[in-house]
């Protein structure tokens, strides 16, 4: 099969071949019809998040099933996604309905061969695939995981956002606007905040209240009169991190939903003055069980949450590593999503 190889941090990527995965007895082959660039695949690029090498990036998936283990209940020829986070299926965190945290958990892409490539393998696919409406495209598919899923459990689940409560979102890149389209599909209102000003008209465009650029808290906070209920740190920077706590109001909840790598993982935290004194609430947040994506296909098939406007562009795997460049200068907009799978 064609797939795009990385050799080393940073090193040029090239689109060669490459052994077909191994069919797991419980899982799946899938033929990969959609995958979407995310910044996670840069942190892999660039070592901040490394991974074994050689190495095929690729997380966020579509595609019909090619072959099916002898364990397994599927059946080729469905059309399915599945989550980042692949459980192992049986242990009580999995079996309890919280594979994100299962500790035999798989992550395509990252602990092993992902989806820049034709074929994919998917284990414990009873457990793990999503099987897609055919309303729902591959690309809007590809363009849901991981971003408009974790965003989506992090208002829904982790924060329980409630309608007419203030979010604020720093760092509007894939996973942030896929969080200012949840926000108001929930009915809250949606400040963004980003230095890009490119970021900042898609953000509008797509629905949001006020989108503010990086040094206008005192502004946010007139805006909320005291600032937002909920507030999600949504780039993986220590500066928005902080910017972040410095936008609730008391009582405030903040969910960290961007990867904090390198310099970033261990941020100054304002205990005293912030988080004790005006009693935030802080949430962690990675990924979303298999089981979680019914309510969002719903919200996405009723028409409540429109992802194509999310969906910037349409390329092959050897225009990937332009995409990271752009995430380098963090000018990338909205979400690329790999189609054409041949070069
Ligand atoms: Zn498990
Ligand atoms: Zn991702």
């Known amino acids: 099969m064609k797939a795009l190889i990385m050799q080393a941090p940073r090193a040029d990527l090239s689109v060669s071949d490459a052994p077909d995965p191994a069919c797991p007895p419980d899982g799946v082959v899938i033929s990969v019809h959609a995958c979407g660039v995310c910044r ?6 660039t070592g901040a998040d490394p991974t074994p090498l050689p190495h095929i990036m690729g997380h966020e998936f579509a595609g019909i099933i090619e072959e099916v283990g002898p364990d397994c209940g599927l059946r080729s020829g469905q059309r399915i996604t599945a989550p980042f986070i692949l459980g192992c299926g049986h242990c009580t965190d999995c079996t309890s309905g919280q594979p994100t945290i299962c500790a035999d958990q798989y992550c395509p892409g990252f602990h092993g061969p992902g989806a820049f490539a034709q074929r994919l393998a998917i284990r414990a696919a009873d457990f793990n695939a999503v099987p897609l409406p055919d309303t729902i495209p591959f690309d809007v ?13 992090a208002l829904s689940d982790r924060a329980q956002l409630q309608p007419g409560e203030w979010v604020a979102i720093h760092g509007l890149g894939g996973v942030g606007l896929s969080a200012l389209l949840i926000a108001k ?17 898609m953000a509008q465009s797509l629905g949001a209240d006020h989108a503010l650029g990086a040094d ?5 906070k ?3 009169q005291g600032g937002a209920h909920v507030s999600v740190e949504a780039i993986g920077l220590t500066s928005a991190f902080a910017a972040s706590l410095a936008s609730l109001r008391k009582l405030g909840r903040h969910v960290q939903v961007g990867m904090p790598t390198g310099n970033h993982a261990k941020p100054p935290l304002p205990l005293l003055d912030l988080v004790y004194s005006n009693q935030l609430s802080l949430f962690g947040m990675r990924g979303l069980s298999a089981a979680g994506f019914a309510p969002l296909l719903h919200l996405i098939e009723t028409g409540k949450l429109d992802l194509t406007p999310l969906i910037t562009g349409h390329i ?5 590593q332009a995409v990271f ?3 380098d200068r963090f000018a990338a ?9 041949t070069r």
Do not use: K, Y
């Open 185 to 201: 599909a929930l009915g809250a209102q949606v400040i963004g905040i980003d230095p890009n000003p490119t970021a900042r008209t």
């Open 222 to 224: 007139q805006i909320t």
């Open 40 to 45: 996670s695949d840069h942190h892999s690029w």
């Open 141 to 153: 598919a590809a363009a849901m995981g991981c971003r408009v899923t974790t965003a989506w459990r």
């Open 316 to 320: 092959s795997l050897g225009d990937v």
């Open 325 to 327: 460049e752009d995430m």
């Open 216 to 220: 206008a808290l005192e502004q946010l």
């Open 333 to 341: 907009t909205g979400v690329q999503v790999v189609t054409d799978f």
